[in-house]
């Protein structure tokens, strides 16, 4: 995908910018002025032929009077044009009960834990371990 391709998002964006300029009684022009581009520029957002960076639709969103995910608002992903890597849901749910075999029984006794020293210290030694990124191997958790 080309950096400078248009893309669906992108679209989606200036469809909301006019959406919400309309909405506010606002020409191109006055919009423009507001956050010093030309009415030309504005004219670019909502065709998106121009794509409107991060600080100016913080910008827009301010002025327009909407917070900025309303500019994403209605928006799916589209795994084709993105190419999105998506987990099943089979997947998801298998990560997560492998992840709940790890972690739960490890909360659960750390929660039974009174001294606040041996907590403290075990944190440490969780923190301390963690650092030193050993090869990871597979255990299976009774």
């Known amino acids: 995908m080309l950096l400078d ?8 964006i200036a469809q ?3 959406q919400f300029r309309v909405a506010a009684a606002m020409t191109q022009e006055q919009l423009g002025d507001l956050i010093g581009v030309t009415f030309q520029q504005i004219q670019k957002y909502e065709k998106a032929q121009n794509r409107v960076s ?3 639709l913080f910008e827009l969103s301010q002025l327009l ?4 995910g309303a500019f994403f608002a209605g928006l799916k992903a589209d795994r084709d044009y993105y190419n ?5 849901d089979k997947k998801q749910v298998k990560d997560e009960v492998e992840f709940n075999k790890e972690i739960l029984p490890l909360v659960r006794a750390f929660n ?4 606040l020293q041996a907590k403290k ?7 301390s371990i963690a650092r030193q990124k050993p090869k990871r191997v597979k255990h299976s958790y009774s």
């Open 54 to 56: 991060a600080s100016k």
């Open 16 to 18: 909301k910018l006019r």
């Open 5 to 12: 391709k248009i893309t669906p998002v992108d679209v989606h």
């Open 121 to 127: 210290h075990l944190i440490a030694l969780a923190a």
């Open 112 to 115: 039974r834990i009174d001294d």
């Open 65 to 68: 009077n909407k917070p900025v």
């Open 84 to 88: 999105y890597d998506f987990k099943s």
